[in-house]
């Protein structure tokens, strides 16, 4: 059985708010990559890519720290 791509922000992978970690998971590109177009776009005059990351992170669900439903692993009693 495949699992579905789904758009969302990231955990893991994100400086902000996630949002180009989020769409480089979903694309496959390298997140430091999109960071960079974000960035340089944004420099060069379109400021509407402040907004659209905003918009997106607004928009954009969190991504779920465990996709499999399985509540996380009690963590080992420290000592």
């Given amino acids: ?7 969302q ?6 400086w902000i708010g996630g949002v180009c970690g989020g769409l480089a ?3 496959g590109v390298d997140a430091g990559l999109i960071r960079l177009i974000v960035a340089v776009g944004t ?8 907004v659209a ?4 992170w607004v928009i954009m669900p969190k991504a779920d720290p ?3 439903g399985e ?9």
């Fill in 66 to 68: 465990h996709p499999s």
């Fill in 25 to 27: 998971d979903y694309t």
């Fill in 9 to 14: 922000r990231s955990d893991d992978d994100r």
């Fill in 53 to 56: 990351y905003v918009v997106a």
């Fill in 43 to 50: 420099i060069l005059g379109f400021g509407s890519l402040i």
């Fill in 71 to 79: 509540p996380p692993a009690p963590a080992p009693p420290s000592e």
């Fill in 1 to 7: 059985m495949t699992t579905q791509k789904r758009l």
